[in-house]
C-alpha cells in the first residue's frame, strides 16, 4: 500500500502556515487547532516547536516587519525616509491584520525598536535637533500606522462595493451632499485621481516640510 509522507515540522513552516492563515482569514481565524489542521499535524505536535499561540503571534510579526526596509544609513537623508516608508507602508498593506497588534504594548518586537531607532538616528544624523527630531519622528510613524489602519477600514468586498454605486445617491444626496458625493463617485470611476498613491503625496507633503524646518 504506497503511503504519503508529509514534510516535517519546523518553527519556520509552522509561522508560514500561520501568516497564510491570518492573511486569508484576519488574526481571529488562528488557533492552534486550525494551524494544525493546515499541516496536518495535531496541534500538539506544534508545541514541540512552539511554546503557545503567543508566540506564533509574535513570529509572524516579525515576518512582516522583516518585509519592511530600515532608512538607509548612507545617501539623502529624505530618500531614505521616503524609501523606508512605502516599504513598510506596503508590508502593512499585504498584512492588513498586522498593523494594530505591531503597535500594541504586548507585541512590541524587536525589529519594530531597530526601525524606530534608524527612523530616529537618521533625523539626527541630518541635522535635525533632539526636539524636532521627537515630533519628526511622530508625524513620520503616524503617517505610516495611521494611513495603514485608515486603508483597513476603508476596504470593502466587490458587492459591497456595487452596492454602494447603486444607492450612491440616495446615501449622499447631490442637493445635501454635494462635495461627498462627487467624491464617493470617485472612488467608483477611473481617472487622473487613480494615478496618484494618496500615502505618498501625504508622505511628500511631510518631507518638504521637514525639509524647510532643516
Given at each position: 500500500m504506497a503511503t504519503t509522507s508529509r514534510a516535517p515540522l519546523s518553527r519556520e513552516r509552522i509561522l508560514q502556515a500561520a501568516l497564510e492563515l491570518v492573511d486569508k482569514g484576519g488574526i481571529e481565524s488562528l488557533s492552534m487547532r486550525k494551524l494544525g489542521q493546515k499541516l496536518g499535524f495535531e496541534a500538539m505536535s506544534l508545541y514541540n516547536h512552539v511554546e503557545n499561540k503567543d508566540e506564533v503571534?509574535?513570529?509572524?510579526?516579525?515576518?512582516?516587519?522583516a518585509e519592511g526596509e530600515l532608512p538607509a544609513p548612507t545617501g539623502d537623508w529624505d530618500t531614505a525616509l521616503r524609501e523606508s516608508a512605502i516599504s513598510v507602508h506596503a508590508a502593512l498593506r499585504r498584512?492588513?491584520?498586522?498593523?494594530?497588534?505591531?503597535?500594541?504594548?504586548?507585541?512590541?518586537?524587536?525589529?519594530?525598536?531597530?526601525?524606530?531607532?534608524?527612523?530616529?538616528?537618521?533625523?539626527?544624523?541630518?541635522?535635525?535637533?533632539?526636539?524636532?527630531?521627537?515630533?519628526?519622528?511622530?508625524?513620520l510613524d503616524g503617517h505610516i500606522f495611521g494611513y495603514s489602519l485608515y486603508e483597513t477600514s476603508h476596504s470593502y468586498s466587490d458587492e459591497d462595493a456595487a452596492e454602494f454605486e447603486a444607492n450612491?445617491?440616495?446615501?449622499?444626496?447631490?442637493?445635501?451632499?454635494?462635495?461627498?458625493?462627487?467624491?464617493?463617485?470617485?472612488?467608483?470611476?477611473?481617472?487622473?485621481?487613480?494615478?496618484?498613491?494618496?500615502?505618498?503625496?501625504?508622505?511628500?507633503?511631510?518631507?518638504?516640510?521637514?525639509?524647510?524646518?532643516?
Open positions: 503571534i509574535d513570529g509572524i510579526l516579525d515576518l512582516v516587519l498584512h492588513p491584520w498586522a498593523c494594530t497588534l505591531v503597535m500594541a504594548p504586548g507585541h512590541i518586537r524587536p525589529a519594530r525598536m531597530e526601525y524606530m531607532n534608524a527612523l530616529l538616528g537618521r533625523l539626527r544624523d541630518a541635522g535635525f535637533s533632539a526636539d524636532e527630531t521627537y515630533h519628526a519622528y511622530h508625524v450612491l445617491d440616495q446615501i449622499l444626496p447631490v442637493d445635501r451632499y454635494p462635495y461627498l458625493n462627487e467624491h464617493g463617485k470617485q472612488h467608483l470611476t477611473e481617472g487622473p485621481h487613480r494615478e496618484v498613491s494618496a500615502f505618498e503625496l501625504g508622505l511628500d507633503l511631510i518631507l518638504d516640510g521637514l525639509r524647510k524646518r532643516r
